[in-house]
């Protein structure tokens, strides 16, 4: 089945790298997803991996895939008060229409 | 603008009472998902529309119903309100296939008092 799970805070100093960890259970994941949701906003799509690749770079993201481990990380460099706002992973599966199973949401907090 | 266009966006109502949420897709999307997001259930998946035609259910109570239309824009009836159906009310939409994620609205908060 699907079931997606995310640590809820993450305190992190500006201008260093912010890591948001997921991990999920259904090993016929086809693709996995980051949103972001800042406050009173709708949830926008930041980058998606598909499952058959390690690693994708998208300037100051950076996704990583361990399918071993079912372990889905964000990395955020050079992180910015912009960026405080709710990250949610999400997987989508062929066989179950690409349906979004969201995960419930890492809380980004940036500090001065 | 993400091109997916959901009204209203607030929307303050008493218990009993019905109300429709409504929302456009973006242009040349197909399918159309209606998710609730709420403090204690996070985001959860209601309903999906295809081209006009119900798609999947979720975790749809039976006092809500959608509706997609031929011109494509969905709605989300939502009859008999309770306190605990105030919530975040997202409509996303796809092209055919949905591989590259979701294009999500700004979403309807909905207020029951």
Same mark, same amino acid.
């Given at each position: 089945g699907e079931d997606v799970e995310q640590s809820l805070f993450l305190s992190v100093r500006e201008g260093d790298s912010s890591v948001i960890n997921c991990t999920y259970t259904? %090993?016929? %994941?086809t693709y996995l997803y980051w949103y972001k949701q800042e406050p009173g906003a709708g949830l926008q799509l930041l980058t998606y991996i598909f499952s058959n690749m390690d690693m994708k770079q998208d300037q100051r993201l950076t996704v990583l895939l361990n399918k071993k481990d079912k372990h889905l990380s964000l990395r955020i460099a050079?992180?910015?008060?912009?960026?405080?706002a709710i990250y949610f992973c999400a997987e989508s599966i062929r066989s179950n229409d690409y349906k979004l199973s969201f995960g419930a949401g890492t809380t980004v907090t940036v500090r001065a | 603008d993400s091109g997916v266009t959901q009204t209203p966006k607030h929307l303050i109502t008493a218990t009993g009472q019905r109300v429709t949420l409504r929302c456009s897709p973006r242009s040349g999307d197909l399918s159309v998902y209606w998710y609730q997001q709420s403090l204690d259930q996070g985001l959860q998946f209601l309903i999906q529309y295809y081209n006009g035609e119900e798609r999947a259910k979720g975790?749809?109570?039976?006092r809500f119903s959608a509706q997609q239309f031929p011109d494509l824009h969905s709605e989300l009836n939502l009859s008999s309100l309770e306190l605990g159906d105030s919530a975040l009310y997202f409509c996303a939409s796809t092209t055919t296939g949905g591989a590259g994620g979701y294009t999500f609205g700004s979403g309807t908060r909905l207020t029951v008092v």
């Open positions: 259904d %090993s016929s %994941s050079d992180t910015q008060t912009g960026d405080s | 975790n749809i109570l039976e």
